[in-house]
């Protein structure tokens, strides 16, 4: 009886230690092949969806999954879409039933997600083969500790695929001819300078959910993220080419410029916003100061398409801002 017991007890023991080791492999596997969600948002790009979409499973890191929004498209979108599905069945498709914007379909499909790291891919730019594997390397292999974002670099097509540029310009060898600031880019974000390319950024999605995802009061979410995150986190560049950005003219980008233009007008109110909340953000009279800086582009880019109004804000914004600094300095003067 003895030696029965001794011998099932072996077994047990045996059993339970294969199954630890299994359990070992399986987590030394997740941390160093992590999964990583590309949520792909599309509205109104029947044209270049399937070729993004294309670009997200053609990687050459193979822990990927994929989640598409379409937001109520007008065109043959999400028609497009269902046919591309076919021969992919297993991922998952939200198709909206109105049009609700780009921040609440990507905070709709960030509940779904089960990746470590989180790409945001709008369905007319594509991303090169690499661009997922370079910016798992640099999550792994970054000096930062508390790193939330990595990105690179960019090169804007047109419609027709045609090259334009590069967002950071590049020398022969298409490495950027500026270094770029990494670590902690908080005041170079806020100040307005090029710190930010937001469609070539990987985010750790413990970040995003410790930041709680895009601000759905907002027309777009870039500028926001990035204030938020950098106020929190660690940033590191990749001095690659990671994606192809379309320029096109129902381009978010082409819409800050217009005049008379009621997105126009939707998209740089949201900027007044985001910079309310930087304010609150701010620490150091040194940061009162850098975001000064912003408040001075966004009123040109208000007299310049005619929004007389949001000028006005701008104006009173910067003098509350002004009297901030001065009393900061009133108040260090006292102190010392």
């Not at 047109?158 to 770029?180: A, D, G, L």
């Not at 777009?220 to 106020?231: G, H, M, N, T, V």
């Amino acid at each position: 009886m003895d030696l029965i017991f001794l011998t099932e007890k072996r077994k047990l023991s045996s059993c339970l230690l294969n199954f630890l080791n299994i359990l070992m492999v399986k987590q030394k596997n997740m941390k160093d092949n992590p999964l990583v969600t590309i949520i792909c948002l599309c509205y109104n790009q029947e044209k270049f969806v399937a070729e993004s979409l294309t670009s997200a499973i053609n990687q050459d890191y193979p822990f990927i999954e994929v989640i598409i929004v379409d937001d109520f498209s007008t065109d043959n979108s999400k028609e497009t879409i269902e046919n591309w599905l076919k021969d992919y069945p297993e991922i998952q498709f939200i198709a909206n039933k109105k049009n609700i914007g780009s921040t609440k379909s990507f905070n709709k499909a960030l509940k779904l997600a089960k990746g470590d790291f989180v790409i945001d891919l709008a369905c007319d730019d594509i991303l090169l083969p690499n661009c997922v594997s370079l910016q798992i390397n640099a999550f792994q292999k970054s000096k930062y500790k508390n790193l939330g974002i990595v990105y690179g670099n960019t090169e804007l097509i047109s419609e027709n695929n045609e090259h334009q540029s590069y967002y950071f310009p590049v020398n022969s060898s298409k490495k950027t001819i500026e270094k770029r600031q990494t670590g902690n880019i908080y005041l170079s974000v806020i100040s307005g300078g090029n710190s930010i390319c937001s469609v070539s950024s990987m985010v750790k999605k413990s970040a995003f959910d410790d930041l709680k995802g895009y601000d759905e009061n907002l027309a777009y979410e870039d500028l926001d993220l990035w204030i938020r995150a950098s106020r929190k986190y660690e940033v590191d560049f990749i001095d690659e080419i990671l994606i192809k950005k379309r320029i096109s003219t129902n381009s978010l980008g082409t819409h800050f410029f217009l005049k008379n233009d009621e997105r126009s007008r939707k998209i740089n109110y949201s900027t007044c916003l985001i910079i309310k909340k930087a304010i609150a953000l701010n620490k150091t009279k040194e940061e009162h100061k850098a975001i000064l800086k912003r408040i001075h582009f966004e009123m040109i880019l208000a007299f310049k398409t005619s929004n007389f109004k949001l000028l006005l804000k701008y104006i009173l914004l910067e003098i509350k801002q002004r009297i901030k600094i001065v009393f900061a300095k009133s108040f260090k003067h006292i102190e010392t």
